[in-house]
């Protein structure tokens, strides 16, 4: 059994012991990529089964677009190329020679799509054009970290076109709290939604609108954005329409995206010294059932009722596996999915069947007190149904809660920053909109995280000029 690092006195080497132990994903020999794991997989897999209905309900089509793209492609919007150019992975040379036009492995699909649109968008008729695909992309990381930061990730990622700006706009921001909502009702991790600055745009944007999570450790992670590119690819990309009247138009752009980040965030968000915690909803094992005997007439019986419980929890559709592994103790399969964070563990033994009942171990509560609840075979089924959603609510309580305790309100900078630069978190405070203030933030390692539509400080972190609205300023990974 490994020994996890301290979650308290080391978080960061706890949360590679935990992808380890759990078995998520390995470093692989490519520098900078990993291997998700069968079990990381499912997790990813699960998300992208709720995701892409959510998504398709938006009247969103799924395509396919190519991984290398023509290095002129990303030339044709400055911004963009300029964003991007350092994390570029380019290919010069294929069949033995050197190609004619470097291609560049997929940072991002804007460029690629929307000369696709150029072809596809003719009329009015034809919009709004919603496109999104699942796909894997690279961008050259220098410091990496598994699922959160990797050169090669997997994401989905959403393209619009539309007649107005106003449509657009509301699109993204439609999409921004489809993704909020996606993580607080799938995967118990509420977030603090609003814009990017200016200096964190995505490249080639006019809005950027994200939604930031909070880390047990008191480090913000972006949990995903939403963007309104507005007409900057589309008339580099030349895409004309005929509106109504007749006249040549050019449509307003979208795009979103959200990516295997949200299992790191699941990790740090959630898990605790015994290693995940993974919300029911989304977790490949939801419940596992482990049957304890010690001869073949005490495994004939406890068998014969963990089956049953098997099938009747199959029939309601929860994901529930039969531990029928008889080479490990009780200990080590406790051991063997609470590290991998299975929301419920049923245990049956001999005495059990005696009295016609089982026994449930709450995950979440697990920790804390070790608590046990001892229930009746016949209600067994129900009690499950009901437990999951208690654990989905617990989970998402106690991340509020952890959000809350480290949300704090901030005056000036020389008064939140020695503090943020020690104990971390969500700090609140005003800005005058001036990048000369934004970059004070550097000193204490820290970034604004987003632009909130609410203004509580009257007046600049930095300088004495009146705020334009509030921000949240925060460490991140």
């Known amino acids: 059994m490994q020994k996890l690092a301290d979650i308290k006195q080391n978080f960061p080497e706890w949360y590679l012991n935990v992808i380890e132990a759990s078995e998520l994903a390995e470093n692989s020999p490519t520098p900078g990529c990993i291997v998700i794991r069968p079990y990381g997989y499912a997790i990813w897999e699960n998300i992208q089964k709720v995701l892409d209905k959510q998504i398709k309900e938006t009247g969103t089509q799924n395509a396919y677009f190519p991984l290398l793209i023509p290095e002129s492609f990303i030339k044709r919007e400055a911004k963009h190329v300029e964003g991007f150019s350092p994390e570029l992975a380019v290919v010069t040379y294929a069949g033995g020679k050197k190609l004619e036009e470097p291609l560049v492995v997929r940072p991002t699909s804007e460029t690629m799509i929307y000369h696709m649109f150029s072809k596809w968008i003719k009329s009015w008729r034809d919009l709004p ?20 930061r990797t050169r090669e990730f997997l994401w989905q990622e959403g393209h619009t076109a539309h007649d107005s700006l106003k449509e657009a706009e509301d699109f993204a921001i439609k999409m921004q709290q489809l993704y909020k909502k996606f993580l607080e009702e799938y995967m118990a991790i509420p977030t603090i939604d609003g814009e990017k600055s200016e200096s964190e745009r995505f490249a080639g944007a006019d809005h950027t609108y994200t939604f930031e999570g909070m880390m047990q450790d008191g480090k913000a992670l972006q949990m995903g954005t939403s963007h309104v590119l507005a007409q900057s690819f589309s008339k580099a990309f030349e895409i004309f329409y005929q509106d109504k009247d007749g006249n040549i138009k ?142 989905h609510a617990q989970m998402l309580d106690r991340a509020r809660t952890n959000m809350q305790s480290m949300h704090h309100e901030g005056n000036k900078l020389e008064e939140f920053g020695p503090k943020l630069e020690k104990e971390n978190g969500f700090y609140q405070t005003g800005w005058c909109g001036k990048e000369e203030c934004e970059a004070a933030l550097k000193t204490y390692k820290a970034t604004i995280r987003c632009l909130l539509k609410e203004k509580t400080q009257p007046n600049c972190f930095k300088c004495n000029d009146s705020s334009k609205t509030d921000i949240i300023v925060a460490k991140a990974y």
């Open 129 to 148: 054009l919603k496109i999104n695909q699942w796909a894997n992309v690279m961008r050259w990381e220098m410091r990496t970290r598994p699922f959160l």
């Open 250 to 391: 050019t449509p307003h752009c979208t795009s979103w995206g959200i990516t295997t980040r949200t299992i790191g965030a699941m990790i740090m968000v959630h898990g605790d010294q015994n290693g995940l915690i993974i919300p029911p909803k989304i977790a490949p094992i939801a419940v596992v059932i482990i049957p304890i005997f010690k001869n073949d007439e005490d495994k004939i019986k406890v068998f014969g009722i963990a089956e049953k419980l098997y099938k009747s929890l199959k029939d309601k559709n929860i994901s529930v596996e039969l531990d029928e592994n008889e080479t490990k103790t009780p200990g080590a399969k406790f051991y063997h999915w609470e590290v991998r964070g299975v929301p419920l563990r049923i245990e049956i033994g001999p005495k059990d069947v005696e009295k016609n009942q089982v026994v449930i171990v709450n995950r979440v509560e697990q920790d804390r007190d070790k608590k046990k609840e001892f229930i009746s075979f016949e209600a067994a089924d129900f009690k499950i149904e009901e437990m999951l959603v208690k654990i």
